[in-house]
């Protein structure tokens, strides 16, 4: 099963590889780009292609962070709470066997 999952993980990433590959030949034109204050030296549409994407997984990934902070530490505190309630309920059978015997 294991290598199974490997050989699956190998064949997508060489698809991947691919598509990339295909990607950057078929997008070799080059572009100079104007950010109206800025004017950014001519290179090929795929690298700023690539470029923007990775600046916008940089930036969605940024602005996930707050939430994932938030969740984590609302989880922690759920651990922590569950920890105590299972303490007390720990107690409260130790407490009744006694009572019983």
Known sequence: MRWIKGLLLAAILLVVLLVG???AVNNQQTVALNLIWLELPPVSLSVWL???LTAG???GMLAMLGVYVRLKARLAGAQRHNKQQRKELDRLRTGEMKELA
Request: glycine share 0%.
């Open 57 to 59: 997984v940089v930036i």
């Open 50 to 52: 690539l470029a923007t």
């Open 21 to 23: 590959i295909l990607f």
